[in-house]
């Protein structure tokens, strides 16, 4: 089994910023593994916000591309997503998403509101 938590969602005004974290553990080769961030509002589809894949290659959503940034630590097995210049339509529940050898994993979410 692979665990998924994520944490550092909250409340944040337009144009602040966050730090969400997600730390895996379980039966994980966290270093080898494919890592995203993925956000969900109600009535749309979960869509893919941000994937770091083994070695550090990233790809972004166009919206977030400039403003969220992913890394993530192998000797933590963590994963990062920094966010600046949030907008109010980024609102939405952050959930971390691992790939190993081809499974899929996920944490329960972390929300983020953006809003005066």
């Known amino acids: 089994q692979v665990q998924l938590v994520e944490s550092g969602g909250g409340l944040v005004q337009p144009g602040g910023s966050l730090t969400l974290s997600c730390a895996a553990s379980g039966t994980i080769f966290f270093s080898i593994s494919a890592m995203g961030w993925y956000r969900q509002t109600p009535g749309k589809q979960r869509e893919l916000v941000a994937v770091i894949i083994k070695g550090g290659s990233t790809n972004y959503e166009d919206s977030v591309k400039g403003r969220f940034t992913i890394s993530r630590d192998d000797a933590k097995n963590t994963v990062y997503l920094q966010m600046n210049s949030l907008k109010p339509e980024d609102t939405a529940v952050y959930y971390c998403?691992?790939?190993?050898?081809?499974?899929?994993?996920w944490g329960k979410g972390t929300p983020v509101t953006v809003s005066s």
């Open positions: 998403n691992a790939n190993q050898f081809g499974a899929l994993y």
